[in-house]
């Protein structure tokens, strides 16, 4: 099982700032689980990308019309929990690569807490809230 775009492209993409976010699933959504701004929640996607791993990797999904996007479950870093404010740790990343006219751009559908169990290369994943 290996995703269709290179994690290091996408992270490289992100760390760079070409990047979007879906309406519902993700800029909506986000702020009311990421304490701040919308700038905030872009500084939050951009740290959760850089941790992203090959074993969050979870599948590859296939929607509207040949649209590919992989998804990615992971566990926040204490460090990142604490950094952002979040009560959740288990987070859902389903996202597409883009051609953009100067490069890739990388367009997140969904960025949200994980709402239940997933399969990943790394072994499953539980949502998962943050002790107090």
Same mark, same amino acid.
């Given at each position: 099982?290996?995703? +269709?775009?290179?994690?290091?492209?996408? +992270?490289?993409?992100? $760390?760079?700032?070409?990047?979007?976010?879906?309406?519902? $699933?993700?800029?909506? +959504?986000?702020?009311?689980?990421?304490? %701040?701004?919308?700038? /905030?929640?872009?500084?939050?996607? =951009?740290?959760?990308?850089?941790?992203?791993?090959?074993? /969050?990797?979870?599948?590859?999904?296939?929607? $509207?019309?040949?649209?590919?996007?992989?998804?990615?479950?992971?566990?926040?870093?204490?460090?990142?929990?604490? =950094?952002? %404010?979040?009560?959740?740790?288990?987070?859902?990343?389903?996202?597409?690569?883009?051609?953009? =006219?100067? %490069?890739?751009?990388?367009?997140?559908?969904?960025?949200?807490?994980?709402?239940?169990?997933? /399969?990943?290369? %790394?072994?499953?994943? +539980?949502?998962?809230?943050? /002790?107090?």
């Amino acid at each position: 099982m290996a995703a +269709k775009f290179r994690l290091d492209e996408v +992270k490289a993409a992100v $760390r760079a700032g070409s990047f979007e976010l879906g309406c519902a $699933r993700a800029s909506v +959504k986000l702020s009311e689980w990421v304490n %701040g701004t919308y700038s /905030d929640c872009l500084r939050f996607v =951009q740290a959760l990308t850089e941790e992203l791993t090959e074993s /969050d990797f979870a599948e590859t999904l296939v929607l $509207r019309e040949d649209e590919v996007f992989d998804v990615y479950a992971r566990r926040a870093s204490n460090a990142l929990i604490r =950094q952002f %404010g979040l009560v959740v740790a288990a987070w859902y990343v389903k996202l597409t690569v883009w051609k953009g =006219q100067y %490069g890739d751009v990388v367009f997140f559908l969904s960025v949200h807490p994980l709402e239940r169990a997933i /399969d990943r290369v %790394g072994g499953t994943l +539980k949502p998962e809230e943050v /002790d107090e």
